[in-house]
């Protein structure tokens, strides 16, 4: 068993598409503004300023910024309560922690909806740490990299028995620069011609629980 597991949220352990989607149209409506593309899961992954930008077309710095107010307000309060668990995530987790796992978050989420996500579903006991890209107060992370690193430094975290969880290929980038193993999870996000350079896949998560056991894939 792998003692301690990082994960990524969105696209790992949950499915936010719904939410975001709804936040972008409840901020659409709140400005009047018109969609520009289609409200879709491509816009699932862009900084904020740059999906909202993608989405409506709009330049104004002031615009911009009350769009994404009103899409933080809305999703913070609201909206978060529309992310899904992915099928099998929530047995996956409670057999991680059943068996002694410590578990970790460690997410480009802000803090705020990432808790409120992991207390809606009831996950709170499972994570010994929940990292997002706000934590710290006044600065960011610079990266999911440097991320992972503060989170390995402050939770006591070794790389001997470590290992992060992610569904897009900058999660291996992280995990690669952390040295850390990576188990890449093909039902997110991430979109891939080849999976032949990633050491560990899983395609759904009975299978990522047979990795994180010590199984093989």
């Given at each position: 068993m792998t003692r301690q597991i990082l994960f990524d949220l969105d696209g790992t352990l949950i499915d936010s598409s719904r939410s975001i989607l709804e936040g972008f149209a409840a901020a659409l409506t709140e400005h009047g503004a018109s969609a520009r593309i289609a409200l879709d899961r491509h816009l699932i992954g862009p900084p904020l300023p740059e999906a909202l930008r993608l989405l409506t077309g709009?330049?104004?710095?002031?615009?911009?910024?009350?769009?994404?107010?009103?899409?933080?307000?809305?999703?913070?309060?609201?909206?978060?309560?529309?992310?899904?668990?992915?099928?099998?995530?929530?047995?996956?987790?409670?057999?991680?922690?059943?068996?002694?796992?410590?578990?970790?978050?460690?997410?480009?989420k802000r803090l705020l909806p990432t808790e409120r996500i992991i207390e809606w579903l009831g996950w709170g006991r499972y994570f010994k740490s929940v990292y997002a890209i706000d934590k710290r107060p006044g600065a960011r992370f610079a990266s999911k990299a440097h991320m992972i690193e503060q989170l390995m430094a402050a939770e006591g975290v070794t790389r001997a028995d470590a290992v992060y969880v992610g569904d897009r290929d900058e999660d291996r980038v992280a995990a690669t620069a952390?040295?850390?193993?990576?188990?890449?999870?093909?039902?997110?996000?991430?979109?891939?011609?080849?999976?032949?350079?990633?050491?560990?896949?899983?395609?759904?998560?009975?299978?990522?629980?047979?990795?994180?056991s010590g199984n093989a894939l």
């Open positions: 709009e330049s104004d710095s002031n615009r911009l910024a009350a769009l994404a107010k009103t899409f933080t307000d809305y999703y913070d309060n609201e909206g978060f309560k529309a992310s899904d668990a992915y099928a099998g995530a929530s047995e996956m987790l409670e057999a991680l922690h059943g068996d002694g796992a410590q578990m970790h978050i460690a997410t480009n952390n040295a850390l193993p990576f188990v890449l999870v093909t039902w997110g996000y991430g979109e891939y011609d080849d999976l032949s350079g990633y050491p560990m896949v899983a395609r759904d998560p009975d299978q990522l629980l047979m990795c994180l």
